[in-house]
């Protein structure tokens, strides 16, 4: 690792992390997360502003103010909505983010009542393997074919609601962390607490360090990623590079490990600026960083919802890798530090493109080139002459 980088504080960026998981924090219940990194935020001296649901927008200064730059991250998570009140007593579930039922099944959660919390358990409709035997096997898996258990004393729909149980109160679910020595971390929710584990990590080494940034950046910490919306109302300054901090899925057909940092140069959404991603490549290069390259196909971002909502920003993702996203996560220390590493070096360097500074004069003398080799400049097909083709037709 060069050493002209600020090192990460990993013991920091841990304890934040688990400070996190202990914060339920679905999507549409996020105020107290938000606090619990503002707060972070003030330790370090980082100026910030909030939006009024409540995504936060830090800035650090730099030598330039323009073009500057974003980073982002999301402190949503996915989790679960009541949607009915059954006449037992059991409350039946819709889900908040896109995820599956099999990874609710066996889960202990928490119900935010408008008067109180209560625990309880998610269980398929037939719970019992004493009683069902293997029909338990042949439910289907989806969320009509789970249930909530409360644990209180409960046996109808009137009772619950004597309860404080209404429609529309927020599940969450328990995160189940466990750092092991082998620096393996597990728990429900790494997505995205992991990543703003790292990005605040990031900051802190940046501000004790004391280098001087040469355009000014800003931290996001957005609130409603899960869902689709996450950082598409923002930015509010001439942000000209985005790039979103989010889990790489370490699974079969994926190239993310969980001892490397990802630059993901597509999503659902598409392929993310050629540029930018080749620019976090080289640093990664440059600073000995781990890292691999990696397409997500099931996968939205916030820099991705920072496009859809008419920004005209280059955009880049780079992720933890994580095994069972969405489920049961693992990640590695390796990883996140790698991303934490890679996030310092990316707000410590120069823009990709200074002129983005003035996109109103851009001109096709200014314009970027991707590749410039000869080889791409000419086709490798050949192509008959028209008058060939046309003389043969008439010949015959």
């Known amino acids: 690792m060069s050493t002209s980088l600020p090192q990460p504080d990993l013991v920091y960026l841990q304890r934040v992390l688990l400070e996190m998981l202990a914060i339920p924090s679905p999507t549409g219940f996020t105020d ?21 649901r409540g995504t936060i927008r830090a800035t650090l200064k730099g030598r330039k103010p323009s073009p500057d730059r974003a980073v982002s991250a999301h402190l949503d998570t996915i989790g679960a909505i009541v949607r009915e009140i059954h006449p037992n007593g059991r409350l039946a579930l819709a889900p908040v983010g896109c995820w599956s039922s099999r990874f609710a099944e066996g889960s202990r959660v928490s119900v935010f009542t408008d008067s109180c919390v ?21 439910m289907p898996v989806s969320w009509e074919h789970v249930e909530l258990r409360l644990d209180a004393l409960v046996h109808n ?8 149980v209404e429609v529309g109160d927020f599940v969450a679910f328990d995160p189940l962390p466990e750092f092991t020595e082998s620096g393996h971390i597990s728990a429900r929710h790494l997505d995205d607490k992991a990543g703003v584990a790292a990005l605040l990590a990031a900051l802190k080494a940046i501000q004790e360090s004391g280098l001087e940034l040469p ?13 689709g919306s996450g950082a598409s109302a923002a930015l509010p300054w001439d942000v000209s590079e985005f790039v979103g901090i989010d889990i790489a899925p370490v699974a079969p057909g994926q190239q993310s490990s969980e001892q490397a940092v990802t630059v993901a140069l597509q999503d659902s959404g ?18 000995d960083i781990p890292v691999r390259r990696d397409l997500f196909r099931y996968y939205h971002s916030d820099a991705q919802a920072a496009v859809t909502a008419g920004h005209d920003i280059r955009t880049a993702l780079i992720a933890f890798g994580c095994d069972a996203t969405h489920g049961y996560e693992r990640t590695h220390i390796d990883s996140l530090a790698a991303l934490t590493q890679l996030l310092t070096a990316y707000i410590l360097s120069p823009p990709v493109f200074a002129s983005d500074a003035e996109p109103e004069q851009a001109s096709l003398e200014r314009f970027s080139h991707q590749l410039e080799h000869d080889t791409q400049m ?12 046309l003389g043969n037709r008439v010949d015959e």
């Not at 606090?35 to 009024?52: H, K, N, Q």
């Open 215 to 227: 355009i000014d950046c800003h931290p996001l910490f957005t609130i409603t990623e899960e869902i």
């Open 157 to 164: 729909r009137e009772q619950c609601q004597a309860l404080g």
């Open 32 to 52: 107290t997360i938000v606090r619990y990194v503002a707060e972070r935020l003030e330790e370090m001296g980082v100026p910030f502003e909030m939006t009024r």
């Open 270 to 287: 598409g392929p993310y600026d050629f540029h930018l991603s080749r620019q976090l490549l080289r640093l990664a290069a440059e600073h």
């Open 118 to 138: 209560l625990r309880g358990s998610v269980l398929p409709l037939m719970a019992s393997g004493h009683a069902f035997n293997t029909q338990v096997d042949q």
């Open 378 to 389: 000419a086709s490798d097909t050949l192509v008959p002459s028209v008058d060939s083709l």
